[in-house]
């Protein structure tokens, strides 16, 4: 069975600085997809990232890119230029090619201070 | 465009009672995908449906079920509720292949006294 590890169960950042969250997986499958989804106080879980396992290349958007290592199942989350608005929740999540649910950690709760 | 609605808001129910827990994909999504959040543990997969069938179940009781309608919303039945069924029930949406993305609803909190 797969699983999500998230070691860092909170973290914090200055306004403007760099943080990396970590995220480590175990799957015995070549082919599956990696998500990190934010989650802000009483507010809806939203997509911040997606990675194809096949894909060698980093995903970015914006301000936020991975460091996707398949050999050593790691997947960390660098958001730069942290904003206030950035504080939440973090859910590392692993998807199957062939089953549809996702697989979450227990999540990292980022703090931002101004 | 609306987004992935869930009803109601906020549940309290007795132990033992039952609870019904519903969702509304966003147009055109076939796949309706059932999480709970329960403080300390996550989020947690219970059930997936796509174009009316249970696709996956999560490592739930049989107590906890549910149906998808023609129009591809979906209901959350829990039963012989426990106390440690207070959560947040969280539904989300997707086209339905694996690549696309879940869009998640704002939940529905469950309390059980």
Redesign the interface.
Known sequence: AQTVTQSQPEMSVQEAETVTLSCTYDTSESDY?LFW?KQPPS?????VI?Q?AYKQQNATENRFSVNFQKAAKSFSLKISDSQLGDAAMY?CAY?????????????TKLSVKP | EA?VTQSPTHLIKTRGQQATLRCSPISGHT?V?W?QQALG?????LL?Y?EGEE??R?NFPPRFSGRQFPNYSSELNVNALELEDSALY?C?S?A?H??D???????TRLTVL
Do not use: V
């Open positions: 997809y989804y507010r809806q879980m939203i997509l997606r194809e859910f998807r199957s090619k062939s089953q549809g649910n996702l697989i979450f950690g227990k999540g | 987004g796949s995908y999480y543990l996550g989020l947690q997969f997936w796509d696709r996956n999560g969280l989300a997707s339905g694996p690549q993305e879940q869009f998640f609803g704002p939940g």
